[in-house]
C-alpha cells in the first residue's frame, strides 16, 4: 500500500506516539498484556501503564514501560472513591497527554473514558476482554448493576474518539444491539495471541491422567461444576487427577474462597496447584484441558492449550466456541452442567485416539488463528490507523503524526 510521506512532529520523546495502557491490576497486565506491550514499545511507540501496583511493579519497568500506580479498585462501589479515582485519572491524562489511552476491561473503560473526556485525549480505545460478571450474573443486585453499567457505557462509547475492540464476534454484537457503541466504531481482535514456540505440544504424560482446569478460582468459570464432574467421573475412574490451575482473584465479585477450594482438596475430589508460571509444562503433562465457563471474551487458557495440542472439553458460550470447534478440536457443552460436562471429560479418557486427533487440530488452529504475531499486528494496525488516519502496514511507528497535531 502506498501512502504520502507525513512530517514529522514529535509527540513524546525522539517524536515517539504515547500510548498509556490502563489495566486495573499489575498481576492481569504482567500475565496477559506484557506480550502486546513489548511490541507496541519495539515499533517506536513511548509505552505508559496505569495500574494497581502489588506483585509485578519492577519487571514491568524493567521492560522500558513508564509505570504509574493507581487507587482504582474493581470491587469498590463507594460513590467517594469512585469520583477520586476519575479524578486521578483525569489528572494523570493531562500530565502525561498521551495519543492514546488503551482501556482493558470495565471500570477502566468507564472511568477512563471519562478522564479521557475531560483531558481532551486525541484517542481512546476501549478493550472489552469478556463482558465480565456484570453479564454472566442473574442476581438481583446485578441485574440492577447491569442497568446503570449500560447507561454509563453508552454515554461514553458512541464519542468520535473512542475505538471499541472486542474479542469475539457475539460480545461486539451484544453491545451494539444494546446501542452502547456504534457498529462503525468497533473492532475485533482475538486476544493478544499465543507464542506457539513457548506453548507448543510435549511428549509423555502422568501416568494417572490429568484433567486440567487453568483459570483464575472463580464461580463464573465453571469451578464448580468442575468439582461436581470430578466426583461424577472418579466414582468410575478413581485414578484420574482432576487439577486446578490459578489463583484467587478476591477483587472479583464471583471469587471462590481459599477456604473451599482446600476443602475439596482435603476431600480428594480436586488438588489446587494455585498460580504456575511454567503452564507450558503443567499444560504439557495433561490428557486434556477443561473450561466450563459461563462467558468469555477470548479464554487464553484455551488457545495456550490449543497451541499445546491438546484435546479440549469447554461450554457452547462466547469466547469458548471461538476456540474450540465441537468434533474437530475438543467438545462443547452446555454450560451449568456438571453431568455432560463429566460424559465428555469420560469420552476423552477412554478415547486416547480421539485426544490426539483433537490435539494435532488444535496445534493447527492455533498457528493459522491464534499467533501472537498474527494478533499483535492486528492491534499495531488499529494504532497506526488511528493515529495516521489510515490503515498503512508499511508505515512505521516513528513518522506518525497524531491528528491534534496536524
Known sequence: ???????????????????????????????????????????????????????????????????????????????????????????????????????VALKPILYGSVAARLAGIPFVVNVFAGLGYTYTSETVKTRLLRFFLRAGLRAVGTHAEVMTVFQNEEDRAQLIRDRIVKESQTRVI????????????????????????????????????????????????????????????????????????????????????????????????????????????????????????????ATNVPGCRDIVLHGVNGILVPPKDAKALADAIMTLLNNETLRDEFGRCGRDIAVKEFSAEAVIGQTLALYRELLYGTACESLSAKTFVPRSNL
Open 190 to 313: 482475538r486476544g493478544t495471541g499465543v507464542d506457539i514456540e513457548k506453548f507448543q505440544p510435549m511428549s509423555g504424560m502422568d501416568r494417572r491422567p490429568i484433567v486440567l482446569l487453568a483459570c483464575r478460582m472463580l464461580w463464573d468459570k465453571g469451578v464448580g461444576e468442575f468439582v461436581e464432574a470430578a466426583r461424577f467421573v472418579k466414582q468410575a475412574e478413581p485414578d484420574v487427577r482432576f487439577v486446578l490451575a490459578g489463583r484467587c482473584d478476591e477483587e472479583n465479585p464471583a471469587s471462590i474462597e481459599p477456604k473451599q477450594l482446600h476443602q475439596w482438596q482435603e476431600d480428594g475430589v480436586i488438588e489446587w496447584w494455585g498460580h504456575r508460571d511454567d503452564m507450558p509444562i503443567v499444560m504439557g503433562s495433561a490428557a486434556m484441558i477443561v473450561l466450563p465457563s459461563y462467558r468469555e471474551g477470548l479464554p487464553v487458557s484455551l488457545v495456550e492449550a490449543a497451541a499445546c495440542g491438546k484435546a479440549i472439553v
Open 1 to 103: 500500500m502506498e501512502c504520502a510521506k507525513p512530517s514529522v512532529v514529535a509527540s513524546g520523546p525522539k517524536g515517539r506516539p504515547k500510548i498509556l495502557f490502563v489495566v486495573t491490576e499489575d498481576w492481569y497486565f504482567w500475565l496477559h498484556w506484557i506480550g502486546l506491550a513489548r511490541a507496541v514499545r519495539d515499533a517506536g511507540f513511548e509505552v505508559s501503564l496505569a495500574t494497581r501496583v502489588q506483585q509485578h511493579g519492577a519487571e514491568i519497568a524493567q521492560q522500558g514501560i513508564k509505570l504509574f500506580p493507581i487507587g482504582l479498585l474493581r470491587r469498590s462501589m463507594n460513590p467517594i472513591r469512585e469520583f477520586l479515582a476519575v479524578l486521578e485519572l483525569t489528572r494523570l491524562y493531562r500530565s502525561e497527554k498521551p495519543d492514546i489511552v488503551y482501556h
